[in-house]
């Protein structure tokens, strides 16, 4: 799992918790739903009166849910610090008979350095396979020098080196993400 | 990614571990007849009998989650930056982009290729791009004479790029003198 649309789902859903808690006391505080309840203490209200009375079961269930909720927490800081998006080794199409030829990313996508190096105007490159292995992402980044002719580049790109990495993958649908930079400096 | 929300959700995260183990803990001490073992809740439950909603103490702190609630949820809610300028791609399992500061690069280069142009600063938004180049020579009318060059080619370059959305192009030229 990567962990980048649930730590901003996670922390809308926290900041919504946030601003309704703060603007729920601010209201009640400056007497908005009743003047008679914002001179009544903090804890004279049904909800902790019904606590009060129930608090045998209610707060061994507060920490069964603290529980679970302390579970899901530590997962979550374990996909934060271990997560990766990148495929592992991704299994070739052909013939089972005598085994599965695998395909390390990095050997793809060393491939397709190599290769897009070489072309004219082409500053550096970097290229990464992302997702399942079973169904794997092509990212490449492609640095341009800044007097090259980024159309042509472009075009090559999609017709030769793209071309040449789903063919060696046998999927002629892999999805790909390319982006074009130009470099900074001088060429 | 937005760099901000990974240490923001780490922080999140432990803080829900820690209030979470402490609740555990309270309420299992609480159930074995002990006082408070890490916290101690009981000045807290004393301080919320005792305190009235329209206390001072409860509109500042209402004021603060109000601010942290809304700073979160504005952060998180904001616009991403363009990053990625979408180009036509070949195929339909490609999704082609120029990035920001490649779009900028290569529209400098086509400014600074005109004879007379010392430099360029182009600024990229969402829909809007603005190349500033300066002239060598001074005098307004200098700046005036290169800003016809200076749009083609930067123009040119633009619609060589067979852009998606292409960007509303803005192109200024300065006189050497200022």
Known sequence: MHADRTNRTALIVFGCLVLLAGAAG???????????????ALFANQVSTYIGKNGAWVWPAAAAVCLLIALAALRWILVLLVSTDRAGDIALPGAKEHG????????????????????????????????????????????????????ALH????????????????KQDLPVQLDLDVSRSSP | MRVLNRPLAFILAAALVVASIIVII????????????VLHWTTWYRWAQSTRWDARVVQVWSAILIVVGALILAVEL????????????????TDAALTRGGLAGTLR??????????GAAVTVRRGRTVVAARAAARGRGAADALKQPVTDAVRSRLDGLDMDHPPHLKVRVTSGSR
Request: hydrophobic share 40%; proline share 6%; aromatic share 2%.
């Open chain 1, 26 to 40: 601010m209201l009640t505080s400056v007497g908005v739903f009743s003047n008679a309840f914002s001179k009544h």
């Open chain 1, 100 to 151: 599965t030829t695998k395909l390390p990313p990095a050997a793809l996508t060393g491939a397709l350095a190599g290769e897009v190096g070489r072309y004219h105007g082409v500053d550096s490159v970097r290229g990464r396979i992302i997702g399942d292995a079973a169904s794997p992402q092509l990212v490449l980044t492609v640095t341009a020098t800044p007097t090259a002719d980024l159309s």
């Open chain 2, 26 to 37: 309270e309420v299992i001490a609480a159930t074995a007849h002990h006082g408070p073992v």
């Open chain 1, 155 to 170: 075009q090559r790109l999609e017709s030769e080196a793209l071309a040449h990495a789903r063919q060696a993958l046998g």
């Open chain 2, 78 to 93: 904001k616009p991403p930056r363009v990053t990625r300028l979408r180009l036509h791609a070949g195929h339909q399992a």
């Open chain 2, 109 to 118: 280069a086509a400014a600074t290729s005109i004879d007379g142009i010392t």
